[in-house]
């Protein structure tokens, strides 16, 4: 994706290698002094001086269960969102997108746009506009965490529709399905044997980017007052610094791997696009 | 000799199909019958509605009028799953994700045919197209010929009752054109499959196809055997689209053309008297080098080598250009003046003004 050395245009304007050097190292030390120091401090053991394990393991001792259940109650709220917005995303967005591509592709610019506008819109205004939807949300379907995943789903629209786009395009979705159909494969089939298996990098790359966004959203979990992980986090780092640390730093990583993956799907395994 | 993929051939018949996209009409009404067994290519220019009209018997395009009969049954409202066909793409359509050995039995997976029988017939089908070898392999290990000689043998594993080809040949090189299409007609025959061809190239239809339809702005103009094509061409239309023609001015009276000194008959249907361009072959016209030849004076313009012919073209006198076809042994350059006469075989002609 890259590889654009060999037609690269000199301008003379190109830095050093030491200037270049330097500014690498700069902007890693503004990413990574805050997370060594979160991960120095998990470690710390009071303002004595000295390093202990004890925060690390009192997390997931038994005996500290219930100060901690609100915790892990909102660690299993976020996985629950995070569930069901991967589903309203393959469910919703993916029929919509292979629907529009096949047979209404004059809706592919408008289909664009749509879902390119949760990331113009500040997550406040979109608050503002969902307090009054979720008022009635809440007296037809209740008021569990799960249904903060409708909000999430429209959060998630640019990312995941950008991730399934890319192999949408790579893939010749019209000829494979219509060579499906006519050896006798009905449209469940196709979807199933053909299509899916063929965008599967595309799909997994949605799924897991929707995963990290709901694990970091904060401000609409915050403003409906919902408990998920972000909110647990800011609510226990006023009781106990230690535990808010450990927790953001294995979200974190928990996110990263995620990410990972992602990368990984775009460079191994594509013996679909040669 | 018994073939594994013995197949009962059907009869196919399009009457009176009507497609309309939008405001433009793809198909006007399009008849065709197919014999079983026969080999029918659809030849026309693009937007001719021929791909249509192979994507309407497919139920690949809803039609908006007339039937669509496969031995008899109408299948007008069938989906294309349930029409037993075997298509071949004019893209490359193989999935990416199987082998090619999964990719061949895909349609007998749809037919719930048992995995082992699955496999050998799927391997007597890739034999069939000589590609028994390489069943482990995926598409983009495969050439673009190789590809398509997957597909027709994908196409062909599940023995359906009528086989399409949409311009199956148009992504390959020449010379791997010209190889599958020989091979294709070769397994089409042993097999006696009925099959739709698919084609702008007017030479592969004339070289494969028991028949040939031409279609023109949705319509058949004229439907027959190759030579009756070239031959006897039904519209000037035909002429013009099949092998190549000569535009000769010259006034038609009383069904006699009179073009360049020389009356020809006038093929197709009757048309009013008056002046016309008639369509005349480069092989009807005759070229003569020597200085006591007679005929119409005429200057060489250009002279092309084809193999086991030579194409000249030459300019009459009054400005006209002929195409002339010609053994090699006569070599005209460019400027020589040389004789041209015409064999005066009936042609088809069309109305001028």
Redesign the interface.
């Known amino acids: 994706m890259s590889r654009r050395v060999g037609s690269e245009v000199h301008l003379g304007l190109a830095p050093s290698r030491v200037t270049r050097w330097a500014i690498l190292i700069v902007v890693a030390a503004v990413f990574a002094i805050p997370l060594l120091s979160l991960l120095v401090f998990s470690f710390s053991a009071g303002l004595g001086g000295g390093y202990t394990l004890d925060h690390w393991t009192g997390l997931f001792d038994p005996e500290n269960a219930r100060p901690y259940r609100t915790l892990f109650q909102a660690i299993g709220n976020s996985f629950l969102l995070a569930v069901v917005t991967v589903a309203i995303v393959l469910v919703l967005l993916l029929p919509t997108m292979l629907l529009v591509h096949m047979s209404f592709p004059r809706l592919r610019r408008v289909l664009e746009f749509i879902c390119i506008i949760p990331i113009t819109v500040p997550a406040i205004v979109l608050v503002v506009g969902l307090a009054p939807v979720y008022s009635i949300v809440v007296q037809v379907l209740g008021g569990s965490i799960w249904t903060l995943a409708f909000a999430y789903g429209i959060l998630v629209l640019p990312y995941a529709y950008r991730a399934i786009q890319a192999n949408l395009d790579g ?2 979705v019209v ?2 399905s ?9 449209w469940p ?1 196709v979807l199933w ?2 299509l899916l ?2 965008l ?1 990098r595309g799909v997994l790359a949605a799924a897991f980017i929707t995963v990290a966004v709901v694990l970091g959203e904060f401000t609409i979990a915050s403003l409906l007052n919902r408990r998920n992980l972000q909110t647990a986090l800011l609510q226990i780092s006023t009781s106990d610094g230690y535990v808010a640390a450990i927790l953001s730093l294995l979200s974190l990583a928990f996110a990263f791997v995620l990410l990972l993956i992602i990368g990984r799907l775009g460079s191994v395994g594509n ?4 | 000799m018994s073939t594994p993929l013995a197949i009962a051939p059907a009869t196919v018949e399009l009457d009176a199909v009507v497609k309309q996209f939008g405001a433009h009409r793809a198909l006007d009404g399009i008849s065709l019958q197919l014999e079983p067994g026969e080999f029918v290519a659809l030849l026309g220019p693009s937007g001719c509605g021929k791909t249509t009209a192979l994507r309407a018997l ?3 395009e809803a039609v908006d009028g007339g039937s669509i009969r496969i031995d008899g049954n109408d299948v007008s409202g069938l ?4 029409r ?4 071949v ?1 004019q ?7 199987l082998t090619v050995l999964e990719n061949v039995e ?2 007998l997976r ?2 719930k045919v048992a995995a082992a029988e699955r496999r050998v017939r799927a391997q007597e089908a890739l034999d069939l197209v000589g590609l028994g070898e390489r069943g482990e392999r ?1 598409a ?1 290990q495969l050439s673009g010929g190789q590809q398509q000689r997957v ?1 027709l043998a ?2 062909l594993v ?1 023995r359906p009752r009528v086989l ?1 080809l949409d311009e199956p040949l148009s992504a390959l090189d020449a010379k791997v054109r010209v190889q599958l299409r020989e091979q294709i007609r070769r397994i089409q025959t042993e097999l006696g499959i009925t099959t739709l061809f698919v084609t702008h190239d007017q030479e592969e239809a004339l070289a494969v196809a028991d028949r040939v339809a031409v279609m023109r702005e949705g319509r058949i103009e004229q439907i027959g055997t190759p030579e009756e094509l070239y031959v006897t061409p039904a519209t000037p239309f035909v002429a013009d689209f099949v092998g190549l023609s000569n535009r000769v001015p010259g006034t038609l009276t009383a069904g006699t053309i009179t073009a360049a000194g020389t009356t020809f008959a006038l093929l197709g249907a009757p048309q009013p008297d008056g002046p016309v361009l008639a369509y005349v072959r480069p092989e009807d016209v005759v070229l003569a080098t020597t200085e006591t030849a007679t005929g119409l004076a005429a200057t060489v313009v250009a002279s092309s080598f084809l193999g086991s012919l030579r194409r000249t073209s030459v300019r009459l006198d009054d400005g006209t250009l002929l195409s002339v076809q010609h053994e090699v042994a006569l070599q005209p350059a460019p400027g020589d003046v040389v004789r041209i006469a015409f064999r005066g075989t009936p042609v088809s002609a069309t109305p001028v003004g």
């Open positions: 893939v010749p000829t494979l219509e060579a499906a159909r006519s050896l006798g494969a009905s089939v044997r053909v298996p063929n599967r013996r679909s696009t040669p | 497919a139920g690949l989906p294309t799953n349930k037993d066909i075997g298509m793409f893209a490359y359509s193989l999935f990416p994700h895909f349609g749809m037919r995926f983009h597909a994908r196409a599940t399409l």
